[in-house]
């Protein structure tokens, strides 16, 4: 009975979130279609960190630089279309961006993580941190793409049969995207690999023992999980049009662990309910005060010190 | 090959690395000793430098604005670890690192309300704004001078206090067991406070040396920070040895790079290639060499013994 | 009957400590091979060193006659060795069907199914049903590990390493942390699975080891000091001095 209700009352979320914000648009509030719209793609990167984070008990706090690389996936070749140079990158074709984006965050994943995987704790946390920043600094060292100042783009992905100019197919994209990464994490973490991957979370050393070659199952997670993001970050960078390197600034990482964290880590509306309240929480702040970081912090100094046996006893579930 | 600017650029690298050293040296110990991961350590670099600045405006005057913002960052410290620290000492590394980048929001918002959006330049007295001589061409300023001096006896302040000092002995004795060095009745507790002020006033002194080349700005922390752990890493958390070498190789590899490395790569490039990729691969270069060293040493240079 | 396990003037040492000191050993296939020792006598290194989890200074493993010595951790359980652990080890948050079910070969298989479970599921449901009633657990198959009581939880790892069909089978003080009803049982359950393979038994309760053992070896000081049987072992002398005599 109990379960009913919970599975009735996710579907509710789910279509709530589909239909509400269609409707405050056809009522002239654009506004919440666009926070909708938003909320589903950081939701998207938040279950791709789940699933290392959450399943995996790897905690990355570098995971918006997939974000930003799936942007520039976006940036670069829509910039080359629109205003010349490098021809064979030059497209407006959302299936290339995709891919590019896919690739490079693939890429980036298998590299840094060769790397960071040989490590643990916080030396993992501050590996990836690191990593992130070089991305962070890749980018700002780039001229031709804005560098500070970011990259403005004004065309979006040309996908056939669909306009991403048209907010609602923009949100119905972005909303029917997250729907399917839930299923697929979902899906992924019901297989075989899923079951090896919360073994090596909940005890390594004893995985190894089995007979597991533990570095590698990691790695292959940790590449998922990339991918997912960077293809959030495809989304993101149609969405905004302006693709900067703050996107991959490592407060982003923070606020991406805080929506994994707080929605509840290794389930699969957990992502989700972490985007809701943070998009939420950010909303409310930030219309009370510009400097809307201050409670924001404050409230997450808080809740590390107040929670029973901290944050980290939300990872193990 | 201009000599003259190499050698500059030399000067420059030991600079970065010595105000790299001054940062990251607290942030090892605090980790090293207190086994606390701060991120905000940061801030407190970026405080110290607004701080000065704030007070070389009301005093007129460098040299006391320094020598003012000292015990204030020291207490800044000290408070810090009271309130935000010593409660999570039991708790894991991921709660130190979720509540002080808590704090990092908490503290860097604090500045924008009281020094506003854009960064404080701070004015040179005159007696420290000058070059000095080193050969018949080659003249540095006196100012990157002195940062690398006071860099350099901070190091060396820093290894003599914590290896030959009875304050450093504690230090090291609770370092490796808390509870027999409470048992012989010292406090414990003041004695990590301690640490954290000896850390973050190291940090606020490096962010003093800094701003009137950079002037004192809102993101200098978050930026430094990385820098920092990296340094860390490098170097073995708690080594303040290991912390030395990296930053300076840290600091060198930087600099250079950033100067040298479109030169380097002309020789087997175009320049046109060169010149564009010069810039994205020197941005990279620190966290490459990162990479490099953490693929032979996962533990860095120098890493921590087995307690 | 040929060696399963044989260990040839194996060294180690950790800065001025000798470890390991010269020690030779060989397991007879099918039997069960207790090793006994005080305290310190080096048998964690020991352990270590078979199993890949640190390399020894000098000195050679054989594992059916293949040269084993400098093989991985991952890589050992693969070949047919495995092992139980002194301290519990098992995967907490998880259930007692899934923890025996990872340690199956069917399972490390099929470890890059992403998408589906592994193949032969039913293959696997036999062996965690025939796993469990072994060692008496069947009731608890679904259950989350963290209810079990601590003879359960060490039922669990001897139902692990049977999952495993593993040829060489080392148990890491099976024995530790019961209280005498259940060391009864867990004898019980060792005499059961004598003779299905090799048994190499890490232990201190003497009562077990001299009611299942075939051979004992004593380690002291990081060498064997003494091999044979129950009987020579406990008239031996040197071994009395070193080590019976302090129970």
Do not use: F, R, W
């Given at each position: 009975m109990l379960m009913q209700f919970i599975r009735s009352f996710k579907f509710l979320i789910l279509v709530s979130l589909l239909v509400l914000p269609i409707i405050f648009n056809q009522i002239g509030m654009s506004f919440y279609l666009d926070l909708a719209t938003r909320l589903c793609i950081l939701a998207i990167a938040a279950v791709g960190l789940n699933l290392i984070l959450?399943?995996?008990g790897m905690i990355s706090f570098g995971h918006a630089a997939y974000l930003g690389l799936g942007a520039y996936a976006v940036g670069i070749p829509a910039h080359h279309w629109l205003y010349g140079g490098l021809d064979f990158l030059a497209t407006n074709n959302g299936f290339v961006h995709i891919t590019i984006a896919v690739v490079i965050s693939g890429i980036f994943a298998f590299l840094t993580g060769l790397i960071c995987l040989k490590t643990k704790g916080v030396y993992f946390i501050m590996i990836t941190m690191a990593f992130s920043q070089m991305a962070y600094y890749l980018f700002v060292s780039i001229?031709?793409?804005?560098?500070?100042?970011g990259l403005v783009i004004n065309t979006r992905s040309q996908i056939p049969l669909?306009?991403?100019?048209?907010p609602i197919q923009m949100f119905l994209v972005s909303f029917s995207s997250l729907i399917f990464f839930m299923w697929l994490v979902h899906l992924i973490t019901k297989s075989n690999f899923g079951l090896i991957l919360s073994g090596i979370k909940d005890n390594e050393a004893r995985m190894i023992a089995l007979g597991y070659n533990v570095y590698l199952h990691k790695l292959i997670a940790f590449v998922f999980s990339g991918i997912i993001c960077g293809f959030a970050g495809v989304l993101l960078g149609n969405f905004t049009t302006f693709i900067s390197p703050e996107m991959i600034d490592w407060s982003r990482s923070g606020e991406l662990m805080f929506m994994v964290i707080l929605g509840g880590?290794?389930?699969?509306m957990g992502p989700l309910f972490g985007a809701i309240v943070f998009v939420i929480l950010e909303e409310v702040l930030s219309s009370i005060t510009i400097y809307w970081h201050l409670p924001f912090g404050l409230l997450l100094i808080a809740v590390v010190l107040f929670f029973k046996g901290g944050l980290s006893s939300l990872l193990s579930k | 090959m201009d000599y003259t600017l190499l050698l500059i650029q030399i000067l420059n690298g030991i600079q970065l690395g010595v105000l790299l050293f001054l940062v990251a040296s607290g942030l090892t110990l605090i980790f090293g000793i207190l086994d606390f991961v701060n991120l905000a350590h940061g801030s407190i670099y970026m405080l110290g430098a607004f701080i000065c600045a704030s007070l070389t405006y009301e005093l007129d005057s460098y040299l006391f604005a320094v020598i003012l913002s000292l015990p204030i960052i020291a207490i800044i410290g000290y408070t810090f670890e009271i309130f935000l620290a010593r409660p999570l000492y039991a708790r894991d590394h991921l709660d130190h690192v979720l509540g002080t980048f808590g704090a990092i929001l908490v503290i860097d918002t604090i500045a924008h309300l009281i020094w506003g959006p854009a960064g404080i330049a701070i004015p040179l007295p005159n007696y420290l704004d000058g070059q000095i001589t080193i050969s018949e061409n080659i003249e540095v300023p006196t100012f990157r001078l002195l940062i690398i001096v006071v860099g350099l006896t901070a190091a060396f302040g820093l290894l003599w206090l914590v290896n030959f000092t009875k304050l450093g002995m504690l230090i090291r004795a609770g370092a490796s067991n808390r509870t027999m060095v409470a048992a012989l009745g010292i406090d414990v507790r003041t004695l990590f406070a301690i640490v954290f002020a000896i850390g973050a006033t190291l940090a606020g002194i490096a962010g003093m040396l800094i701003a009137p080349i950079t002037?004192?700005?809102?993101g200098m922390g978050n930026n430094i920070i990385i820098t920092a752990f990296v340094v860390i890493i490098v170097g073995g958390i708690g080594s303040v040895k290991g912390a030395f070498v990296a930053a300076l190789l840290i600091g060198l590899i930087d600099t250079l790079g950033r100067s040298f490395l479109d030169d380097l790569f002309k020789v087997f490039m175009s320049t046109a290639a060169a010149e564009n990729s010069a810039p994205a691969i020197s941005s990279m270069s620190i966290y490459l060499m990162m990479a490099l060293i953490l693929s032979f040493k996962p533990k860095g240079l120098f890493p921590p013994r087995i307690r | 009957m040929a060696d399963i396990l044989e260990i040839k003037n194996l060294n180690k040492k950790f800065g001025g400590v000798i470890?390991?000191?010269?020690l030779n050993l060989s397991i007879l296939e099918g039997e069960l091979h207790a090793i006994i020792g005080p305290n310190g006598a080096g048998k964690t290194t020991l352990i270590s060193q078979i199993f890949g989890q640190i390399f020894p200074d000098s000195g050679q493993i054989f594992f059916q006659g293949t040269n084993?010595?400098?093989?991985?951790e991952y890589k050992k359980s693969r070949l047919g060795i495995n092992r139980t652990f002194q301290i519990t080890?098992?995967?907490?948050?998880?259930t007692v069907s899934e923890n025996i079910q990872l340690a199956t070969d069917t399972a490390r298989e099929n470890s890059f199914k992403f998408f589906t479970a592994p193949n032969n599921q039913n293959i696997i449901f036999k062996k965690i049903d025939y796993c469990l009633s072994q060692v008496g657990l069947i009731k608890s198959v679904?259950?989350?590990?963290?209810?079990?009581s601590h003879g359960d939880c060490r039922k669990l790892e001897i139902a692990m390493a049977l999952a495993s069909d593993a040829q060489l089978l080392l148990l890491d003080e099976?024995?530790?942390?019961?209280g005498p009803t259940e060391t009864k049982e867990m004898i019980a359950l060792l005499k059961r699975l004598k003779g299905q393979q090799t048994i190499l038994l890490i232990e201190h309760d003497m009562n077990a080891v001299f009611a299942l053992a075939d051979q004992i070896s004593v380690l002291v000081s990081g060498e064997i000091i003494a091999t044979g049987k129950p009987d020579t072992i406990r008239r031996d002398s040197k071994v009395q001095n070193a080590y019976l005599g302090e129970t």
């Open positions: 959450g399943y995996g001229e031709e793409y804005g560098s500070d100042d669909i306009n991403l100019d048209d880590v290794a389930t699969v | 002037e004192a700005s809102l | 470890a390991t000191k010269d084993v010595t400098k093989v991985s080890s098992v995967m907490k948050s998880l679904n259950q989350p590990v963290t209810s079990l099976p024995m530790a942390g019961l």
